[in-house]
Structure formats: structure tokens, C-alpha cells
């Protein structure tokens, strides 16, 4: 069975909600608190990135843009965004920006294939461009199953973007596709940025200044003490965040754990797995037990990176 193919405008992503960090040391106080730059930023550009506790361990994961010099909106899943603004806000001390909740300003929307030129937007631009089409952003997003994609943000007031509907299962389906994983509750605290190949998607720069859990995320790049990827996997039954992966030679200690997933409608589910390296050639995968749900393993649309 051949892989769906979605296409078109999504309804507004309940899921995503924004924070926005306004003020003339807002790009400078995220610099010093995530895995990206953003006082180099420019407004033409976008920025995944991760919020770490000091081991190191991811807590949230954003998409950033920076449309003025003094000021910085983040996407991120909103059942996280409380517990990550009141976090963030507990370091901002004397720094001259003010950290809020401004979801309710904004809505975002889901754009997929030829919905793209049909608001505007470059569908050839490369992931992590930030494009201005009035007063919305078109942020362009790694491709699944050859489709172009972009999130849509702009101020509640104006008019959606145009295009054939793509229901909100079909975009949740492409963002599994797609490789890369937006951080949700259920696997808060659980994976250093490499363990969702963060490095390999442009979400942790190497050469920026010190953050919360810098030390051991350039450790396990370079003393090559990294033992899990993020690997693609379909199954024929549900999958869920946080259930656990067990290969088969192994009934009692997990190999990995489900990260993300979404069915695709016609049958099969995807999901992207955290999982041990070793496990690859540790016999047959099964969600939740060795009983459970087999997964097969999928190629990655993106080459994994051993240089930075």
C-alpha cells in the first residue's frame, strides 16, 4: 500500500499555541536559554529549537521567528506552554524583555503542496525560511512524501489562507513524515536533542554560547556517546507518545519509545521513535511489548549528520 499523499489548508492547529518574548534583550535571553542562535537571526529566517534542563534532557521544542529586532514569537505544542513560559520567565531577572502567552493573537495554519504558491509562499524555499505575505508568516517546513509544507501564522483578525481543506489528521500524518518531532507532555524530560536528530535538522547550533544542558548536548556530539536516534516506523494498529518499544529478543527492558504519531486515515499509523541504535539488529520491534504491535522501520527523509 502505497503512502497518502495530503495537500491543501488545514483548520487553525489548536495544537500549537505561541509565546512571544518582546523587548530590547529578548533575541539575547533566548540565545542564552535554547539550542539555536537568535541574536543572529534575521527576519528572513525561522529557528527549531529546544529548551533543556542542565542534564541536558529536552523540556520543550519551538519554531522561532524574530519579524523585529525586539521581538521573538515561538511555536510550540500548547499542552507544554504554561509549564514552559512560567520556566523560561523564572530566568529573565533584570533582562529587558517581557515574556507572554499571545495564542490568542495569532492563529496557525497548516499549508501542504500547492497550497503554498497559493498564498504566496516559495514552495522551493529550504526548511526554516521565514517568509512575509502581508501580515503573516509563511515558515517553511521540512517536506514529507514530497510535498512542500509551511506553517501559517497571522494575527487572528485577518482572513485564513486559501486552498483545498487538509483535514488535521492529514497534517499530523505529514508532521510524522516529515522526521522531525515536536516535543508534547508525554515525553517531556526523556531525550537529549540528538536522540530526535535534532543536529541533523538545523535544531542545535554547536558554535553559540552556553545554555542550560550545553555541556552534555556537545558531549554526546562529540565524544560519540550518543546511543539513540529517531528513526521513522509504520505499525497497523495505534500507536501513542510515550508508549515504550521492546524488541523481540528482549521481553523486559525497552529499546526505545514512541515519540510522535498519527494515523494516516486509510489504515496504516507513523510514528517516529526515540530508540537504542543496537536495536536495529535486536530481531522484530513491537510496540507496548514483545505482544504488541510490530513496527517496521521506514527511511528518514533527511540524511543523518556525523560532521557538524
Known amino acids: 500500500m502505497t503512502d497518502p499523499v495530503f495537500q491543501g489548508v488545514t483548520p487553525a492547529l489548536a495544537h500549537l499555541g505561541v509565546i512571544q518574548a518582546e523587548g530590547p534583550e529578548a533575541a539575547a535571553f533566548l540565545h542564552g536559554q535554547l539550542t539555536q542562535d537568535f541574536v543572529l537571526m534575521k527576519p528572513e529566517q525561522a529557528r527549531l529549537a529546544a529548551l533543556c534542563t542542565a542534564k541536558g534532557r529536552m523540556i520543550a521544542s519551538f519554531i522561532g521567528i524574530r519579524p523585529t529586532p525586539e521581538r521573538v514569537l515561538l511555536l510550540c505544542s500548547q499542552d507544554i506552554l ?6 523560561l520567565s523564572m530566568f529573565v531577572l533584570r533582562a529587558k524583555l517581557k515574556l507572554s502567552d499571545v495564542s490568542a493573537d495569532w492563529h496557525v495554519h497548516g499549508l501542504a503542496g500547492a497550497a503554498l504558491a497559493a498564498n504566496g509562499l516559495d514552495a522551493q524555499a529550504e526548511p526554516w525560511r521565514c517568509q512575509s505575505v502581508g501580515e503573516a508568516f509563511g515558515i517553511s517546513l521540512y517536506p514529507a512524501d514530497g510535498q512542500p509544507r509551511a506553517l501559517w501564522l497571522a ?6 489562507p486559501v486552498g483545498d481543506a487538509l483535514p488535521e489528521a492529514g497534517w499530523a500524518w505529514q508532521e510524522v513524515r516529515s522526521g522531525v518531532a515536536t516535543l508534547s507532555a508525554p515525553v517531556v524530560d526523556a ?12 535544531g542545535v547550533n554547536f558554535k553559540k554560547g552556553c545554555y542550560p544542558g550545553q555541556e552534555i548536548v556537545a558531549r554526546s556530539q562529540f565524544r560519540g556517546t550518543l546511543k539513540r536516534r529517531a528513526y521513522l516506523v509504520s505499525a497497523d494498529a495505534p500507536l501513542q507518545p510515550g508508549q515504550e518499544v521492546f524488541a523481540a529478543s528482549d521481553a523486559e527492558q525497552p529499546v526505545g519509545t514512541v515519540v ?3 494515523a494516516s486515515g486509510q489504515g496504516p499509523w507513523a510514528a517516529l521513535v526515540s530508540m537504542q541504535i543496537a536495536a536495529l539488529q535486536a530481531g522484530a520491534l513491537h510496540a507496548g511489548s514483545v505482544s504488541g504491535p510490530q513496527l517496521q522501520v521506514q527511511p528518514l527523509p533527511y540524511a543523518l549528520r556525523e560532521d557538524i
Open 155 to 160: 494575527p487572528a483578525a485577518s482572513p485564513p
Open 191 to 202: 531525550f537529549v536533542p540528538q536522540m530526535l536528530n535534532y543536529e541533523s535538522v538545523d
Open 82 to 87: 504554561a509549564a514552559t513560559l512560567k520556566r
Open 260 to 262: 510522535q504519531s498519527a
